[in-house]
């Protein structure tokens, strides 16, 4: 079965740092494409960067491109989020997320972790 | 890149049909044929329902159903029933290389 498992929240203040981790199991992760997505608190899902499956293609969302960087280790299994200069706004609910699809960045994500949870204060 | 535009709820007894409306533009619902609709149920991960457009993944319902005209696309949930409330977002790819949701319709059953 594939899973993804978030791990890395927690509480930071404003103009700090967080790596966020996706631990991949029950695929041959180095075949898929990965996308980080987050939920502020009773708001929606914001799509927030996509890595392909070699790392040759990364995209952002305006809201966090220049403050986050995706990254993976093929070896490890393992996806990452390094956030810096974290706002108030950047609270919220993390996912990782991947597709079964396809590796392109307009695959829908069917396979998600249970999230992790930021909190910038 | 603004949000794709959803109503915020649709509400609607057991049984019946409903219908969530995913507003976007050129660049995003209308330019491509890459729509998805995701449920998520509170305090969980969100789940597809729906993949380019009108295409169901293995194991849900029949009962749900994705359409597409010009720049808005549509879920509609046919045979309502209790587990069916929950959120729902639609999702597109943009010719900006990225991907956006949709504001998101919470779905009570009457």
């Known amino acids: 079965e594939m899973q993804l498992v978030e791990s890395g929240g927690g509480l930071i203040q404003p103009g700090g740092s967080l790596r966020l981790s996706c631990a991949a199991s029950?695929?041959?992760?180095?075949?898929?494409?990965m996308n980080w997505v987050r939920q502020a608190p009773g708001k929606g899902l914001e799509w927030i960067s996509y890595?392909?499956?070699?790392?040759?293609?990364?995209y952002y969302a305006d809201s966090v491109k220049g403050r986050f960087t995706i990254s993976r280790d093929n070896a490890k299994n393992l996806l990452y989020l390094q956030m810096n200069s974290l706002r108030d706004e950047d609270t919220a609910v993390y996912y990782c997320a991947t597709s079964i699809r396809g590796i392109q960045l307009w695959r829908p994500m069917d396979v998600w972790g249970q999230g992790t949870t930021v909190t910038v204060s | 890149q603004s949000a794709l535009t959803q109503p915020a709820s649709v509400s609607g007894s057991p049984g019946q049909s409903i219908t969530i409306s995913c507003s976007g533009t050129?660049?995003?619902?209308?330019?491509?044929?890459?729509v998805s609709w995701y449920q998520q149920h509170p305090v969980k991960a969100p789940k597809l329902m729906i993949y380019e457009v009108s295409h169901r993944p293995s194991g849900v319902p029949a009962r749900f159903s994705g359409s597409k005209s010009g720049n808005t696309a549509s879920l509609t949930i046919s045979g309502l029933q209790a587990e069916d409330e929950a959120d729902y977002y639609c999702?597109?790819?943009?010719?900006?290389?990225?991907?956006?949701f949709g504001t998101g319709t919470k779905v009570t059953v009457l």
């Open positions: 890595i392909s499956s070699s790392s040759g293609a990364i």
């Open positions: 999702s597109s790819y943009t010719s900006s290389s990225t991907r956006v």
């Open positions: 029950g695929f041959t992760f180095n075949t898929y494409s």
């Open positions: 050129s660049s995003d619902v209308g330019g491509y044929n890459y």
